[in-house]
Each structure stands twice: as structure tokens, then as C-alpha cells.
């Protein structure tokens, strides 16, 4: 579970919008819309016939614009929005992912963190690409089958859900407002 609650996540994510650049926010919604098109044909592929198993990733070169602007220990506006991260223990590989800000930050109430521990379908971001995995190998049990395809249907509404709220996020009127583009912007 998220270290963040929704109105936490909503402060920081207007945060982090206000203080990215506006351009971002696009490449922000067509990495998710892209993401979403790929889970959505996986999906497609399991659901008419949900007693066979399909395992496979899909890596789409769509990465996050923050991660590959800025890296987490020097001045990530992630971080920045909270203040919690000491830099020099970011530096020395003190700090792992899962308590990033960008990490469980909730959209539409599911964190990366959640969203990419899924056992069954998947979705993780990093610097460069997305990640996009299915582990869907059912039973012969009928009874066990359909458990299992209801928990897949769960985590398969999650990833949609958190996709569908990053979209949501770019979408906010305040991205860009407060962007310094020298600081922000390597060389």
C-alpha cells in the first residue's frame, strides 16, 4: 500500500506538474495511452480463452521524462515535492525505489509500486521503457479457474485504472506553471 493517501498524492502531483515542463505532460499521456493500447491487447489475447496461459513482456520505448531529465539524487522534483530523500543517501544506493515519491504517489488510488508487483499483469516504468508483463497461467481445476480469472480481472482493472490516472494527470492546467527550464534541463 501507498505511503500516500489520495489528497497527499493529489498535493504532490500538482506539485510536480507545476514544476515540469509543459511538454512533458504529452509525453507523459502518450506513453500511457500507448501503454494502455498494449495492455488492452494482451488482454485481448487472454480473455476468449481464459484456460490457457500466456506469459510474455512487452517493452514499449516510451520512458519517463523525469527519470531521464533528472537523475533521483540531484534534485528530482519527485523528491523535491516532499522533501523526505536525503540526496546522499539517494547517491550512495541507500534509498530504494519502492519509497520514491514517484513510486507511491496514487493514481486513481493504485501506486507504481503496487501496480508493478502483480503477479499476473503488470505495468513498470523506468528511465527509457515501459514494461508491460502477464504471468497468466491458470489451473485445470475449473473451481480454481475461475478464481484465478477473477483476480486476474482485479489486477487487469488496476493497471487500467492507474494508466487511465496518469492520463488523467496530464491533463491538469497547472503543468508548466512554475518550470525553470535552466535548472531542470542538462546540458
Same mark, same amino acid.
Given at each position: 500500500m501507498s505511503e500516500f493517501g489520495v489528497k497527499e498524492s493529489k498535493r504532490v502531483l500538482r506539485m510536480v506538474a507545476s514544476r515540469s515542463p509543459k511538454c512533458w505532460a504529452k509525453q507523459i499521456f502518450k506513453r500511457n495511452n500507448e501503454t494502455l493500447k498494449a495492455v488492452n491487447n494482451l488482454h485481448a489475447q487472454i480473455m476468449p480463452w481464459p484456460h490457457l496461459s500466456l506469459v510474455t513482456q512487452v517493452d514499449l520505448e516510451y520512458g519517463c521524462p523525469h527519470c531521464l531529465d533528472l !537523475?533521483?539524487?540531484?534534485?528530482?522534483?519527485?523528491?523535491?515535492?516532499?522533501?523526505?530523500? #536525503?540526496? #546522499?543517501?539517494? %547517491?550512495?544506493?541507500?534509498?530504494? $525505489? #519502492?519509497?520514491? $515519491?514517484?513510486?507511491?504517489?496514487?493514481?486513481?488510488?493504485?501506486? &507504481?509500486? !503496487?501496480?508493478?508487483?502483480?503477479?499476473?499483469?503488470?505495468?513498470?516504468?523506468? %528511465? #527509457?521503457?515501459? &514494461?508491460?508483463?502477464?504471468?497468466?497461467? $491458470?489451473?485445470n481445476s475449473a473451481m480454481a479457474r475461475e478464481a484465478y480469472i477473477k483476480q486476474y480481472m482485479r489486477e487487469y482493472s488496476n493497471v487500467v485504472a492507474f494508466l487511465k490516472g496518469h492520463m488523467a494527470w496530464t491533463q491538469y492546467k497547472c503543468w508548466g506553471r512554475y518550470h525553470k527550464s535552466a535548472h531542470y534541463h542538462k546540458a
Amino acid at each position: 500500500m501507498s505511503e500516500f493517501g489520495v489528497k497527499e498524492s493529489k498535493r504532490v502531483l500538482r506539485m510536480v506538474a507545476s514544476r515540469s515542463p509543459k511538454c512533458w505532460a504529452k509525453q507523459i499521456f502518450k506513453r500511457n495511452n500507448e501503454t494502455l493500447k498494449a495492455v488492452n491487447n494482451l488482454h485481448a489475447q487472454i480473455m476468449p480463452w481464459p484456460h490457457l496461459s500466456l506469459v510474455t513482456q512487452v517493452d514499449l520505448e516510451y520512458g519517463c521524462p523525469h527519470c531521464l531529465d533528472l !537523475e533521483c539524487a540531484n534534485g528530482c522534483l519527485w523528491n523535491n515535492a516532499i522533501g523526505s530523500i #536525503d540526496p #546522499d543517501m539517494a %547517491a550512495d544506493g541507500l534509498v530504494t $525505489p #519502492d519509497i520514491y $515519491p514517484c513510486c507511491n504517489v496514487l493514481f486513481n488510488g493504485f501506486s &507504481h509500486t !503496487e501496480i508493478c508487483a502483480q503477479f499476473m499483469i503488470s505495468v513498470s516504468y523506468s %528511465a #527509457d521503457r515501459v &514494461h508491460v508483463c502477464t504471468n497468466y497461467s $491458470p489451473t485445470n481445476s475449473a473451481m480454481a479457474r475461475e478464481a484465478y480469472i477473477k483476480q486476474y480481472m482485479r489486477e487487469y482493472s488496476n493497471v487500467v485504472a492507474f494508466l487511465k490516472g496518469h492520463m488523467a494527470w496530464t491533463q491538469y492546467k497547472c503543468w508548466g506553471r512554475y518550470h525553470k527550464s535552466a535548472h531542470y534541463h542538462k546540458a
